[in-house]
């Protein structure tokens, strides 16, 4: 690959989602990303969502443009070889990336012994090495309790493993913040990075705890209604389901023209002495007063007939859709978007596949690469950066501390 981290080198240790992620971002940019596996795969080599044949399209998706090999973790033999690995010389190479336990072999201690400037990160569950996972987090973080109807007496839980995704690209960050210094000052370094960390910094940056503790207030539930400004679903007469958001002013008086409803509001504002073109808050106030002349305006018409008049008059909205209308029906899950392209998996077949969803206007933006079979690179890794002979290699495989 050609990306902007052409020439990097990053060895990762991980299961499940937020270093791999984090590090496929990173071999997205160009980076080579080499990751290494027990033999047979690690805890997430067959999660699903699976293939008819069992093979792991989670895995695949969280693993694209890396390399893979296997090595016998247990075995001291094995520990050595990717020690070695890890810290091998070259100055884009020496970056580890984990959320496996930084202790043994693997400590950082023991790896900064053969060398000095490594630059390791390790992702914690919690920042004192308890155990956590994005969905225990999440049911502290608070949003459990605010999402669902009204009146709702319970919990919902997120599908979207968000804490985990947005850990992988602060990992990201993290290693290159990392680079950088290493690059003015010589000087490598031990990153710890706690998922809870980062779900409480997203938390606090968005005004809950600050609104929780300055307030003394519990935010209630209110259903699919945005906080603080106007958005909601509405049902449309052929059975579909659209959202509609007027944050901006712009955004408001197209919603407004759009449902035909302008000198409404006009009359509602004067009469509540509220804003509602200027203010997000006011029109979250009077939100009861205003669905109403936009759901009656979606039921008389279809899905298709709000598309062309909101399109037409740019208010800002979507449709609701499941996985499967995403990639039948979403023109963006197509090759109309250069972040997509057509890639054939091995062991999976052609699919649709994203690449990095950053686009560099001055080196373009880099296609696709699939998956490596698990222990695919093995022999090309240990032979290219270790200087192993083919005959030392196959020695490795012969006895089971590689494959």
């Given at each position: 690959m050609n990306g902007p981290l052409n020439g990097m080198r990053i060895v990762e240790g991980s299961a499940f989602v937020a270093a791999p992620s984090g590090?496929?971002?990173l071999a997205q940019l160009g980076a080579e990303v080499i990751r290494f596996d027990?033999?047979?795969?690690g805890l997430d080599h067959?999660?699903?969502p699976l293939t008819q044949?069992?093979?792991?399209?989670?895995?695949?998706?969280?693993?694209?443009?890396?390399?893979?090999?296997q090595v016998d973790l247990r075995s001291g033999e094995g520990q050595e070889l990717l020690q070695a690995l890890i810290t091998a010389p070259g100055e884009d190479a020496g970056y580890f990336l984990t959320n496996f336990p930084a202790k043994g072999w693997l400590s950082f201690d023991n790896l900064r012994q053969r060398r000095e400037d490594l630059i390791m990160l390790n992702v914690l569950g919690n920042h004192d090495g308890t155990t956590a996972l994005d969905y225990t987090v999440n049911a502290a973080m608070g949003y459990?309790?605010?999402?669902g109807p009204e009146g709702f007496d319970g919990v919902i839980n997120h599908v979207l493993p968000a804490w985990d995704i947005v850990c992988g690209q602060t990992a990201a960050m993290g290693l290159l913040a990392a680079g950088r210094h290493r690059d003015r000052t010589g000087e490598g370094q031990f990153i710890q990075l706690a998922l809870s960390d980062v779900a409480l910094s997203a938390v606090a940056a968005l005004g809950h705890i600050a609104e929780a503790q300055m307030l003394d207030s519990e935010r209630e539930r209110i259903g699919n209604d945005l906080y603080g400004a106007l958005g909601r679903d509405y049902g449309t007469s052929d059975g579909n389901r659209v959202i509609a958001v007027a944050i901006t002013r712009k955004q408001w008086k197209a919603l407004c023209s759009a449902c035909e409803m302008t000198e409404a509001m006009k009359q509602l504002a004067v009469a509540e002495e509220l804003d509602l073109e200027e203010s997000e808050g006011d029109r979250f106030r009077v939100r009861d007063r205003i669905h109403p002349h936009i759901e009656q305006w979606c039921q008389t018409r279809t899905l298709e007939e709000v598309r062309q008049v909101w399109d037409d008059l740019?208010?800002?909205?979507?449709?609701?859709?499941?996985?499967?209308?995403?990639?039948?029906?979403?023109?963006?899950?197509s090759e109309a978007n250069p972040m997509f392209s057509t890639v054939n998996q091995p062991g999976i077949g052609s699919y649709l596949t994203p690449g990095s969803p950053i686009n560099f206007q001055s080196v373009g933006r880099e296609p696709p690469i699939p998956a490596p079979i698990l222990g695919?690179?093995?022999?090309?890794?240990?032979?290219?950066i270790l200087g192993?002979?083919?005959?030392?290699?196959?020695?490795?495989?012969k006895r089971g501390i590689i494959q």
């Open positions: 590090g496929m971002a027990p033999i047979g795969g067959q999660r699903w044949d069992g093979v792991s399209l989670y895995w695949a998706g969280l693993n694209k443009g890396k390399k893979s090999i459990p309790a605010v999402t740019g208010v800002c909205w979507g449709p609701y859709q499941t996985f499967k209308e995403l990639v039948n029906q979403d023109k963006r899950v695919e690179n093995t022999d090309e890794v240990f032979e290219e192993l002979s083919p005959a030392e290699v196959g020695s490795l495989r």
